[in-house]
Every structure is written in structure tokens, then in C-alpha cells.
């Protein structure tokens, strides 16, 4: 039956913190599909091991069976990370099927109000008919967490354009599709860099924008900030440093007490007039291009 909610996950090194991420949107979803390297491999070709007890989770919690488990091959020798990574997407979301709105998620994303973003999904269920001709990408934003310290986490002081969900798997960089995007008001927490050293080394090793980042002086400035001193530093993006100007600092000792605290707070308001204006430039974008295409 086309229309579904099919939210997918791409499962590697940091397959733990899908016990954060998937309670937040396992009961909306028709289906929530983990794509999982039969030969447990990462996109750089290192070895991952996912352990038995993952598994026994996964069971344990799939109260509704709504869980289905999709391995094949996705590291390819000789292809670049980001090259394993489109292809994966692009694998699992023929697997989720066309003809329903195909989300995408990571590990490290914990969405705020899931069911609000269902219903938006839902009143644009036109967009799934042909949706090969009508391409878009459905948007919300998230907050990126930097490092955790004592007594909470630094957090980036920004909230960044988080694509979600697609009608159709046209992915060109990761997850982005290059093509109009519509906006909604719906936030995630985003557990980006806060984890351990040897966890974040992993990611940036791993990761499909692995070959665009300098390593060395990332971790040197992540390794210097503290609750003491971050107001010091500027610059902390992972490829344009000044993308995430400056970090600001949220207390919580657990992941409920942070999302509670977030919640609490004025970082996740999304104004309605900035959702217009972003939405009304998407639409005049693509309408202007669509207009140049059919002129020449």
C-alpha cells in the first residue's frame, strides 16, 4: 500500500544510540527499516562489530513487528565514502518502496514531535503520485551538540536545515537531493560530536565527508573546549568552521533532562513568517528554473 511512513537508518559503528533515536518515532512509523553491511564493514572499509545484544534489543522493543532488518552488500571497494553512502541510501530507499515518503534518519538523531511531522507528511500525500515529476525533500531543523561537559553538553548556537524526508531517493550528497525543498517547524536533537574521543574519531574516519575534513586541527580545538572556556573559541564546523560560529551551554545529566531542558527553552521556536519566506523561496526558485528549462 503506497502512502506509508517508512523511516530508515543506516546501522554502523554507532548503532547504540539507535536505542535513543528510534522510541522517538517507532509509533508513527508503518515501518523502520535498519540497513545493515553484511559483511560489517564501514564506508572507508574498516571493520565494525555489531553486537548479539543489539539484536535482542531490537526484538525485545518491536512490540508491533514493524521492524525489518535489510543487509546486502554497501561498502564497494574503490568507491569514495560519500559514494558508499549515496548508494546505500539510494538501496534503502527502493527497499522502504516508492510511493511513500521515504525518511532518513541517523543514529544520532532524536526527533522532538515525530507525530506533528507525520501529519504535515500526510497533507501533502499528492506529492507521492508520480513523484519521479514532482520532486521535493521535507525539512525541519535540528541542534547540533558539540562536546558533553560537566553537568550538560555545548551545543551549537544555530539551529541547522536537517532534510528529513523525500518522495523520491534523487540523493546527490548524502542526504540532500538537490532539489526544492519544503520546510516545516519540526526540530531534532542532533548528538553530532558529543560522544567519546575514540567514538568521534571513529565518525570522522568513517563518515562520507571523511576526505574534506582536517582531522588533526578539528580534534585539537573539540580536545581544548571545556564549560570553562568555550566562549573563547569561534569556529567549530567540521568543514567551514565558521558555519557553527559559536556554542552555547545546556545542562542535563541525561538525554531526557537535555530534551526536557531544550523543550523548556526558547532554542527550538521556529517562526511562522520564517517558514513563509523560506518556503516561498524555495517555490520561486524552482519555478524560475523550471521556467528557464522549458525556454531553451
Known amino acids: 500500500m503506497a502512502g506509508k511512513i517508512q523511516v530508515g537508518y543506516l546501522v554502523s559503528y554507532d548503532y547504540e544510540l539507535l536505542k535513543n533515536s528510534i522510541p522517538t518515532i517507532y509509533s508513527e512509523a508503518d515501518n523502520v527499516f535498519l540497513a545493515i553491511d553484511s559483511n560489517r564493514k564501514t564506508w572507508k572499509g574498516q571493520d565494525i562489530e555489531i553486537k548479539d545484544d543489539f539484536f535482542k534489543w531490537i526484538k525485545d522493543f518491536d512490540t508491533q513487528n514493524k521492524i ?3 543487509e546486502e552488500e554497501f561498502y564497494i571497494s574503490g568507491f569514495t565514502a560519500m559514494e ?3 548508494r546505500e541510501r539510494k538501496m534503502l530507499a527502493h527497499k522502504m518502496g516508492i510511493g511513500n515518503w521515504l525518511i532518513q534518519l541517523d543514529s544520532d538523531e532524536y526527533f522532538y514531535d515525530f507525530s506533528k511531522f507525520v501529519s504535515f507528511l500526510k497533507r501533502k500525500n499528492s506529492l507521492l503520485v508520480n513523484p519521479e515529476n514532482k520532486i521535493v525533500q521535507i525539512c525541519g531543523f535540528k541542534i547540533n551538540l558539540y562536546k558533553y561537559v560537566d553537568e550538560g ?3 551549537v548556537d544555530k539551529l541547522d536545515k536537517f532534510m528529513i524526508a523525500t518522495n523520491y531517493p534523487n540523493y546527490k550528497i548524502g542526504r540532500h537531493a538537490k532539489c526544492r525543498s519544503i520546510y516545516t517547524d519540526s526540530v531534532a536533537l542532533h548528538d553530532c560530536l558529543s560522544r567519546s574521543r575514540e567514538d568521534l574519531v ?3 574516519e568513517n563518515w562520507g565527508h571523511n576526505e574534506e575534513i582536517n582531522k588533526s586541527e578539528f580534534m585539537q580545538k ?4 571545556s564549560n570553562s572556556n568555550y566562549k573563547q573559541f569561534q569556529g567549530f564546523f567540521y568543514l567551514d568552521p565558521m558555519h557553527w560560529k ?3 551551554f545546556m545542562k542535563g545529566n541525561s538525554l531526557k533532562e537535555l530534551l526536557d531542558n531544550f523543550k523548556s527553552s526558547n532554542k527550538i521556536h521556529i517562526g511562522k513568517f520564517f517558514l513563509i519566506r523560506k518556503n516561498f523561496g524555495q517555490w520561486f526558485k524552482f519555478l524560475t528554473k523550471k521556467k528557464i ?3 531553451s
Open 246 to 248: 559559536s556554542l552555547e
Open 293 to 295: 528549462k522549458a525556454d
Open 153 to 155: 553538553v555545548l551545543f
Open 222 to 225: 573539540w580536545d581544548s573546549v
Open 202 to 204: 571513529q565518525k570522522i
Open 68 to 70: 525489518v532488518i535489510f
Open 84 to 86: 558508499c553512502e549515496i
